[in-house]
């Protein structure tokens, strides 16, 4: 369901995939937050999207 909501948001013929990249990462950091990525404050996780996520937005 989140898959599919995030891919609407795309416009993309990959955006299914991304969605799904994204959502994985997110369940990742939430299920096992212990982590050398630094995310404990929200500059830390604004920096870390902006780095390594944001590039793989279509």
Do not use: K
């Amino acid at each position: 369901m989140a898959r599919e909501h995030l891919a609407g948001h795309l416009r993309s013929p990959e955006s299914e995939a991304v969605a799904e990249v994204f959502i994985r990462v997110t369940l990742l950091f939430l299920l096992t937050p212990d982590s050398v990525v630094p995310l404990s404050s929200d500059e830390e996780a604004r920096a870390f999207a902006a780095r390594h996520l944001v590039p793989l937005l279509p």
